[in-house]
């Protein structure tokens, strides 16, 4: 049997904090899928063109940092395991959206923002505030803003110049995400547990008598941090 893994203290927690955001901020980031342009040509020649998709495109860019910082910071005060996981695994995805940003913004001759150690900082507080909130409010937190992110991505498509394929492609496949866990039921179940009716019954918000399948991500006696597909009650996310 193998021998539990040594807790981290608190100053252990913050190195690996500051490891991840030296990583994210100032790392080459590589991405573990291929690149949704990478059969698309480049298209975009004028430079005019060039400049706006590029500005937009930095844009996205600093937002997935802001995203990396949001689970990292989540995941560092979340009080469950599993809920802990599945925050650290929507990280990582976020790490394919920041390197195809990344890359673009490069193949456009432009540069990522100045700016993204503060991005970062700032982005990694709230999420730390909003674990600290609790695991239910946390999840909230994840599936409100996801749903303001998904809404600024589609603006871009509509602003990017027409023939820019390239940049609409990866655009396009931001607004989709992973699937799991970013629109698993954890997201969905933490949308419906900031919903005003499930403020007014925090016991057991939303009940309903048809059960769903759903990642079962907040049993409460769980210490096991991976995720695994189930026939749960609604809104397990919900549960105290």
């Known amino acids: 049997m193998p021998a539990p893994a040594p807790r981290l203290t608190l100053i ?128 909230g937190f994840v599936a409100e803003t996801e749903k303001q992110v998904i809404e600024h991505l589609e603006s871009h498509l509509h602003e990017l110049p027409p023939h820019d394929e390239r940049s609409r492609r990866i655009v396009a496949q931001n607004c989709e995400g992973p699937m799991p866990p970013r629109s698993s039921t954890i997201w969905k179940d933490g949308w419906r547990c900031n919903s005003p009716r499930s403020r007014a019954n925090p016991r057991w918000p939303e009940q309903s008598d048809t059960p769903s399948s759903g990642w079962n991500v907040c049993a ?6 991976s995720l695994s597909w189930t026939t749960t009650q609604p809104n397990a996310a919900c549960a105290p």
Not at 39 to 57: F, I, K, N, Y
Not at 99 to 115: D, F, I, M, N, P
Not at 220 to 225: G, K, N, V
Request: net charge positive.
């Open 12 to 139: 252990d927690g913050l190195i690996r904090e500051f490891d991840r955001a030296l990583r994210t901020v100032a790392a080459a980031n590589v991405a573990a899928r291929p690149n949704p342009a990478a059969s698309c040509p480049e298209s975009v020649t004028l430079p005019e063109a060039r400049r706006h998709a590029a500005g937009l495109m930095r844009v996205n860019h600093a937002g997935e940092i802001a995203a990396q910082a949001l689970y990292h910071g989540q995941a560092l005060t979340a009080r469950n395991p599993r809920v802990r996981a599945a925050l650290l695994e929507a990280a990582r995805d976020e790490t394919d959206h920041l390197a195809w940003c990344e890359q673009r913004v490069r193949e456009l001759g432009s540069r990522t923002s100045l700016l993204a150690p503060v991005w970062y900082a700032g982005s990694f507080a709230i999420g730390a505030l909003a674990g600290l909130a609790g695991d239910r409010n946390s999840l």
């Open 220 to 225: 409460p006696t769980s210490t096991t941090a």
